[in-house]
C-alpha cells in the first residue's frame, strides 16, 4: 500500500472516528460544586448543539499560589480533557486498522494518528474560567468544534495527496 493513499485512509477513519463521537449521547453528571456555572457540574463531554459539534474539557487547578500560573495549568487540563477524549478514540481505530493490516504498518499509522491529534489541539479555544470563592479552586473551558477540525484534516489529507 502506498503511504499516500495510507495517509487518505487514516484521514477518512479519523472524519468518520469524529462523527461518530460528536454524535454521543450528553450524559448529566454533577460533582456537586456549590454555587458553580454548570458547565463546571456537567464535566468534559461531546456535544451536538445549535453551535454545532463541540467537545468540551473542563479542568482545574488548586493550591498554587501564582494564580496566573493556575489558571494555566486549569486551561491545559482542559485542553488535555479534550485531547484523552480524541485518543481514546483513535487507539481504537488503530487497533482496528493494525488488525486489519496484520500489523504491517502500524509505525505509519501512529505517526499519522499523532499528526491529526496535534492538529486537532490547535483549534481548541478556552471559552471561560471560574473561580471558587470558597477555596480559590480555577476551572478553565475548553471546546472544540468537529466542524473545524474536519475542514482541518481534509487540508491535511489534500496536502498528502500531492506529495
Not at 488503530?94 to 496484520?102: C, K, L, M, P, R
Not at 483549534?123 to 471560574?130: L, S, Y
Not at 470563592?133 to 475542514?151: K, M, T, V, W
Amino acid at each position: 500500500m502506498k503511504i499516500s493513499a495510507f495517509k487518505v485512509t487514516v484521514a477518512v477513519g479519523i472524519m468518520a472516528l469524529l462523527s461518530a463521537c460528536s454524535s454521543q449521547t450528553s450524559i448529566d453528571s454533577d460533582l456537586g460544586v456549590s454555587g458553580a456555572p454548570d458547565w463546571v457540574n456537567i464535566g468534559t463531554q461531546a456535544v451536538e448543539n445549535d453551535s454545532g459539534r463541540l467537545l468540551h474539557g473542563v479542568g482545574m487547578s488548586n493550591g498554587i499560589a501564582d494564580e496566573s500560573l493556575q489558571k494555566s495549568v486549569a486551561d491545559n487540563r482542559a485542553r488535555a480533557e479534550i485531547a484523552r477524549i480524541l485518543a481514546t478514540s483513535v487507539d481504537a481505530m488503530q487497533a482496528d486498522y493494525t488488525v486489519a493490516t496484520n500489523g504491517e504498518v502500524s509505525a505509519n499509522v501512529e505517526r499519522e494518528i499523532k499528526a491529526k491529534t496535534k492538529l486537532a489541539l490547535n483549534g481548541v479555544k478556552i471559552i471561560g474560567r471560574w473561580k471558587n470563592p470558597d477555596n480559590g479552586d480555577i476551572y478553565a473551558f475548553a471546546e472544540l468544534d468537529l466542524s473545524d477540525l474536519e475542514a482541518a484534516v481534509k487540508r491535511a489529507a489534500a496536502l498528502a495527496l500531492k506529495q
